[in-house]
């Protein structure tokens, strides 16, 4: 390698002559360090060199100077740079310059040079001297074979590479790119980032840059669009690079469809059997677990093949395999879609029927006759029967385990009585039941070691849509066996009495949270706890809900009980008097699951209730028979005249919430709305003030509404050009059902419809619409004239009127102008109507109020007429004399012995001190202790201020010893 810091010096073998000669000396004598330069003349002879080209090689001037140049050691390295300037001296001589790379001997080293021989003319015009000189490339070489490599190792990457520069314009791109999206490398580079990721367009890519720029990488997953138009999948990471002032991105793309369909693979294996393609036992356990969270209920089938063993033993497996494909392949035709259908093992099978829509035992009965039909495999006619067991959540279970260890056992009793059985668990008794004595033990230990918690179920107003309130639900979280329901354990609580430490439980830490809530200035709601029969009993419950409202500082109208009728028949009086004590405070009362027990009138209006909570059964839904709504209504109306709000529980859609909010129902729960939560779930539904949509409850702004229905769509569009103009909102149906769903989701004022329509007639329809929607005008119009049943609709008050077919448009207008009007005056009745009863109710709860108030007040009044009583007789058997004076220095209170010392009476009480005492006492009210002589005794006067709520002071006169009588 050369010595680049080497000072220029120029080297001559004799004294340097003046002239011409010794400038060009000069000139090579300053060139930099790095630059080998010497002077040839015209034969090519060396006759100078500098000090960098002598110290490359380790010469001095004599061992080089008057050799010709091709034979001095920088050239004996390599042959090919010798023949090179043997070629470039001839071309020197006939005045030719030469440039070129060339590897020369440098202590041991090649080292790459960029040579260059010049011709220098003398005066005649001959070429005199030749001007060699080299300047070390050998970076360069290195930094361009390693360019080449990169390039190379870029083409050979597997992975798409591109440059991007800010434009989004692609500056480069390697062939797994071009591969990749099915380009050529001069097709690629004429396009733009948003060109192929679906993720970008034209006006996003600026901020993804800026983006970009700010992070320095980034890594993310997106789409590709190959050329032939479909997406492909890929994971990009983005580099930033910048270079001479120039900043691009570095981008690798992998492709990420072999992943995913190894990823596919993986999850198949994981999940699903492979022989059958059904869920295993792992997906099974998962699904049915998830099912049990989300349905109200499950039925679980377990199906094993009878004596499938002779097939594998007598065919051989691949029959057996063929016949587990094709039993498969039945039992999935068999079930809806809904059903999960797995293979849990061998020859047996699992189904998972989420709410089944027809029994169980006759969808096991289906499979056993399914399973029974002869199946033909590679020319084998084969015969097969099976055995179901079935078991129910949540009736015989909440947990996965627990459900396939119970069809399990049915499925064995099923052997038991033969081949082709289906049998439906029946539990055991619970003495003999070893699993319901271990979950009381476990019940013991979770109330000892605090394993339960609170979930609260919205309450929503019906009237504003908001929350106004929250129902606390236990819930038991074991640490092995899991979540634990309500149904399995609340009966063993009650069975062995440890429902009142739990109700306890249940009652501190739900007031407490209502608590919280009230401190975060959270909207108020009102917390519902469920009272138990054995809780009901205990005489000091008020008072105990009265402590912790204090303790913990809740308001009391923030609070509720709820107790269900069968806990109030057999202590009835009692309960009574609980509940009265509870109301007092300010709680609210709550009769859980009206309608499902003694429902009697007479205990109803004696009951100090607030609210009736209607039960799940008799919620109906928008298309539940006619019969079932006029029930709820009944109890919504009953409870109403009583002074009671309802609230209906279990509500789960949108068709029940409508139709209930249409009768006047005040509140609903249920998964429709929300499912229990937990106490941050509630606290951010209030904060972020979640309520249901105001059009459902017929809050929107008051638009006429007309529902049009008719089986020909072509006699609605007419009706719907006909009435445009008139302002109203027009709804169009072409059957019952439809309609009906239309009533439930907007508020229909006139019902125009045919009669004679398939699946119901018009009169029934507008029966059905009267029974869900009473303050709706109903109208017929109709070409066909069924007189009887149209006569009894009439007088039912089921129709209107009957308009014939082909109408006129003038007096079409006129009698639905009429309806409408009809109907305006019904609303404006009834909104006073509700007026009147709104301020019924608030009148009612202002009186109870008042008289809850004045039952306090009276019982305060009688305990301090007691105190002072008792204070009295206290102060009477003092044998001193004591006088009480009030701060406007009334006398207003006098003892027997002062009574008797100064001959006084009652009568003189609550007039001035000063006028009633004698002379001699008087300063002694203004607090100056005084001796004094009474009646022939010595007496040491006393007054001292009182403090507290009795204001004034009291004077007591103590006699001294040795006084005469």
Known sequence: MPHRDAALTLVAASPTPPGPEYALREVLDRLGPSVFAGLLDADGVLRYANQAALQAIGATPEQVLGLRFETTPWWQGCKLSQRRLQQALASASRGEASRFDVRLAIRGDTLAMDFSLLPLYGPDGRVAWLIPSAHDVSERERARRQLRLTRHAVEQAHDALFLVGPDGAYRDANAAACRLLGLTRKQLLRLRVHDIDTQVNETSWPQRWHEMCERGSSRFETNVRHHDGHEIPVDVSVSLVTSDGETFAHVCV?????????????????????????????????HLGATLQTSATTAVLVLELDRFKRINDGLGPQIGDAVLREVAGRIAATVRSVDLVARRGGDEFVIVMPAPSVPAPHVAQTLLETIARPMTIEGHEIHLTCGIGIAMAPADGDRADTLLRRANAALEQAKRLGRNQVNVYAGAPHDDDPEQMALETALRHALRDEQFELHYQPQVDLAQGRIVGVEALLRWQHPTLGRISPDRFIPIAEETGLIVPIGDWVLRHAIEQAAAWQRARLPPLRMAVNLSARQLLQPDLARRIEGLLAATGLDPRRFGVEVTESMLIGNFDQAVQHLRAL????????????GTGY????????????????????????????EDVSITRAIITM??????????????????????????????????????????????????????????????SRQRTLLLVDDEENIVAALRRLLRAEGWLLLGATGAEEALQLMARHEVDVILSDQRMPGMTGVELLRRAKQLYPETIRLVLSGYTELQSITDAINEGAIYKFLAKPWDDEQLRTHLREAFALKEMADQNRRLDEEVQAANRELAELNRRLQTLLSAQREQNEREVGSREVAQELLDAVPVPVFGIDDENLLVFVNAPARALFGLDGNLLGRPAAEQLPQTLRRALEGEPLMLTLAGRRWWTMSRPLSGNARGRLLVLLPQAGASK
């Open 599 to 626: 429902s009697s009138l007479s205990y109803l209006r004696r009951l100090p209730v607030d609210v009736v909570k209607i039960d799940r059964s008799l919620v109906p839904d928008v298309t539940a028979p006619a």
């Open 254 to 286: 992998d492709d990420l469809r072999d992943r995913r369909a190894a990823e596919r693979r993986i999850q198949q294996l994981l999940q699903f059997d492979e022989l059958t393609g059904l869920p295993n036992r792992q997906r099974l356990f998962e």
């Open 639 to 700: 409870a109403h005249q009583l002074q009671m709000k309802v609230l209906a529980e279990g509500v789960e859609s949108e068709g029940q919430a409508a139709l209930l909010a249409a009768n006047q129902c005040d509140q609903m729960q249920g998964w429709w709305f929300s499912a229990a939560q937990t106490a941050a779930a509630i606290e951010a539904m209030l904060r972020e003030g979640r309520q249901i949509d105001p059009a459902l409850l017929g809050r929107r």
């Open 583 to 594: 109301r007092a405070l300010g709680v609210e009362v709550s009769l859980d699951d009206f």
